[in-house]
Nanobody, 123 residues
Framework: QVQLVESGGGLVQAGGSLRLSCAAS????????MAWFRRTPRKERAFVAG??????NTAYADVVKGRFTISRDDANLYLQMDRLKPEDTAVYYC??????????????????WGQGTQVTVSS
């Protein structure tokens, strides 16, 4: 497993932007499948965005498509969140696995998780 640390969460007004970052302790993300999930008090952990380990192809949940952008470099995973809505309020988690993942939306496919960062969007 890889130790992950998220940062960049906070309080923002609706329509605003935030950029989340996720860093790995002691290693790079090279060759890893990466994803962002989020959890609200009422819902299970939900897929937000993912990026594949080799070709870098990305995938997004329909509710964030066109507003959020996932990206990576060797040291960090990012989630640029624009035009935020109150319903985006959640704890956001980054996740990783060294394996190829067919369905990025399945959290059980990832074996390393960060501690989460709170994003609160006010109306």
């Amino acid at each position: 497993q890889v130790q992950l640390v998220e940062s960049g969460g906070g309080l923002v007004q609706a329509g605003g932007s935030l950029r989340l970052s996720c860093a790995a302790s002691g290693r790079t993300f090279s060759g890893y499948t990466m994803a962002w999930f989020r959890r609200t008090p009422r819902k299970e952990r939900a897929f937000v965005a993912g990026i594949r380990r080799i070709n870098g192809n990305t995938a997004y949940a329909d509710v964030v498509k066109g507003r959020f952008t996932i990206s990576r470099d060797d040291a960090n995973l990012y989630l640029q969140m624009d035009r935020l809505k109150p319903e985006d309020t959640a704890v956001y988690y980054c996740a990783t696995t060294p394996l190829a993942v067919g369905d990025l939306t399945r959290p059980e496919k990832f074996n390393s998780w960060g501690q989460g960062t709170q994003v609160t969007v006010s109306s």
